[in-house]
């Protein structure tokens, strides 16, 4: 069986592909070489039923993730995962954005992004990812993204700049106070997961003109940084995956539209379409093994 794992820093999807192209999910909390261990892989992945029902019974993994842009972050997820699916073949860990262009451009050129609760970009040239701009996390960067719009509605709620309706409201939905924000930032763990954890306030209250203005100007700083520094950003799709792109699809299309620029696919989340490339591909007949008339 073919174990596919697509994971941003709050929640990893994954997907169990069997012979005959039968699908199972299941869902963990997301994994971070930045802030998580392999242990904390291993435990959390022996604590699914799903996965430690079956992890005898697959054998290849391919996990794409935040924050497995090196060696040696790529090797805590890795260990993690051999760990537990001690009879797996191929473990291959990869970058989260190397998942989204396999997941969005059906092997054609064109940019990549991710907006969920980090951000970042890239050029897929068909076969590899190229990237232009680094992503700086969410204390220097993550523009257009859930920790960073929760980060400013947070900052501006402590300077007392919300609009008093939506402050009421989200006071009563959150029970904020100064002290309690400070210390979920920063002393407890995950603190760019705590901050995307507004979005779902934000995206409720998407058509008052604070929050309208709020996203659109988040979204058109992201498109100014990464995706202005590819030089034909005009020529070719530009892909999006991640919750931020997906339930504020208008108010990227209007950024589009008024950067000139043409929005491709959008995907929630891109494990599905991860998960029938690597199907595909492992079933593709071998050139060694075809005739040849």
């Known amino acids: 069986m073919i174990l596919v794992a697509d994971s941003g820093s709050t929640k990893c999807d994954w997907i169990l592909i069997d012979e005959s192209n039968k699908y199972r999910k299941t869902h963990t909390m997301g994994f971070n070489p930045f802030f998580h261990s392999s242990e904390l892989v291993r435990t959390t992945l022996m604590e699914n039923e799903l996965l430690k029902e079956e992890r005898e019974h697959i054998s290849e993994i391919y996990f794409y993730g935040a924050g497995c842009s090196s060696s040696t972050r790529i090797k805590i997820i890795e260990d993690g995962l051999r760990q537990v699916f001690t009879k797996a073949i191929i473990v291959k860990v990869d970058h989260d954005l190397t998942g989204a262009a396999l997941a969005t451009s059906n092997g054609e050129m064109g940019i990549t992004c991710i907006l969920g609760t980090g951000s970042n970009s890239c050029y897929f040239d068909g076969v590899k990812t190229h990237e232009k701009v ?79 203005e709020m996203v659109y100007q988040g979204l058109a700083k992201f498109i100014n940084i990464h995706v202005w520094c590819y030089d034909n950003f005009r020529e070719v799709p530009v892909n999006f995956v991640g919750s931020i792109a997906y339930y504020f699809k208008e108010v990227l299309e209007e950024v589009a539209r008024n950067h000139r620029f043409t929005v491709g696919k959008i995907e929630k989340r891109p494990v599905e379409p991860l998960a029938a490339y690597h199907f595909n591909k492992k079933n593709e007949p071998n050139e060694s093994e075809s005739v040849h008339l």
Request: charged content about 20%; aromatic content about 16%.
């Open 134 to 212: 680094p992503a700086l996390g969410y204390i220097l960067g993550d523009e257009g993204s859930g920790s960073y719009f929760g980060k400013i509605l947070l900052s501006e709620w402590l300077y007392h700049r919300v609009p008093s309706d939506l402050a009421d409201a989200l006071e009563k939905e959150y029970n904020l106070s100064k002290e309690g924000i400070f210390d979920a930032v920063h002393h407890q763990p995950n603190p760019n997961v705590y901050l995307a954890s507004f979005m779902p306030f934000i995206s409720k209250n998407r058509t008052h003109p604070y929050f309208k």
